[in-house]
């Protein structure tokens, strides 16, 4: 895989410096566990990930997630990484900006998904910890035909949307471009500029939504999220309560 490597390298400016390591895989169970599989001395912070295949890819709640060697798959391991930042989510908002930098109209929904303007599901993320490694794991669906029955209708592709192929490649470089840009920022101290920018972009503010966690159901007027941590701030009853976890609906019953 070499070859790959070497040419996401050259596409990405932030990936020829020695601050960071790329591996592309043909096939792994899921590029979390690669990640977290990678022995100390082969990591340092942002490593990347990347598999064509997933056989075990998974996603929040212990779902599968499915993609094909045409959709973008990866993880990135965070060894330098301050426990109050919701990396989830910006990376979210990376995938975000780079499917609106391609003119797709796609929408954020808290905490980390993107969505597309239908509602239907183009990307999702993870975070894991385990010891002292963080790891996201970035899933888009970019150029797949078809989306396997068990989450046909909540998700959907690039080229199930608009009928034409993205070259994986660019995506991807793009996409790690803009990332990494995110996490210089926050690095630097800006995560308030960041999140507001995200709050921003959702529109989520006055909507009545309801939102399932371990904890219950929540219903309430979401008010915008705090801008350090990332958790969505309900009005219930005029009080203020803040979720940090959970999937969130519109009342009504339609995904928000
Ligand atoms: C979700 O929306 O539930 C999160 C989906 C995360 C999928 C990505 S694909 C790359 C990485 N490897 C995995 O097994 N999962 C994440």
Redesign the pocket.
């Known amino acids: 895989m070499l070859e790959k490597e070497n040419r996401l390298t050259e596409l990405v400016p932030g990936l020829k410096s020695d601050t960071c390591r790329i591996y592309w895989f043909d096939t792994v169970s ?4 690669a990640a977290f599989n990678l022995e100390e001395r082969a990591v340092k912070d942002r490593t990347l990930v990347i598999s064509d295949v ?1 056989t ?6 212990s ?1 599968r ?1 499915y ?1 094909t060697c045409d959709d973008i ?3 990135i391991i965070l060894t330098d990484y301050d426990f109050r930042i919701p990396y989830s989510m910006l990376s979210a908002y990376a995938v975000y900006i780079t499917l609106i930098k391609h003119k797709a109209p796609v929408m954020l929904k808290w905490i ?2 993107v969505l597309w303007e239908n509602g239907k ?1 183009i ?4 975070t894991e910890e385990r010891k002292t490694r963080t790891v996201i ?3 888009v669906n970019l150029n797949s035909e078809e989306i396997p029955p068990p989450v046909r209708n909540g998700a959907t592709s690039w080229y199930i949307e608009t009928g034409e192929r993205i070259i994986k490649e660019d995506f991807l470089s793009s996409l790690i471009i803009e990332l990494f840009s995110i996490l210089d920022r926050v690095k630097k101290g800006d995560i308030e500029q960041v999140l507001y920018e995200w709050e921003t972009e959702a529109g989520l503010q006055g909507n009545r939504v309801r939102v399932i966690n371990d904890s219950g159901e929540f219903k309430g007027i979401a008010e915008g999220i705090n801008k350090k941590t990332g958790a969505l701030i309900l009005n219930r009853d005029g009080g203020q309560l803040e979720i940090y976890e959970g999937s969130l609906f519109n009342i009504g019953g339609d995904e928000y």
Not at 56 to 61: A, D, L, N, P
Not at 123 to 126: A, E, H, P, T
């Open positions: 899921s590029t979390m566990d997933q075990m890819g998974r996603g929040r709640y779902r997630w993609s798959i990866f993880s980390n998904d599901k990307s999702g993320v993870i794991g970035i899933g």
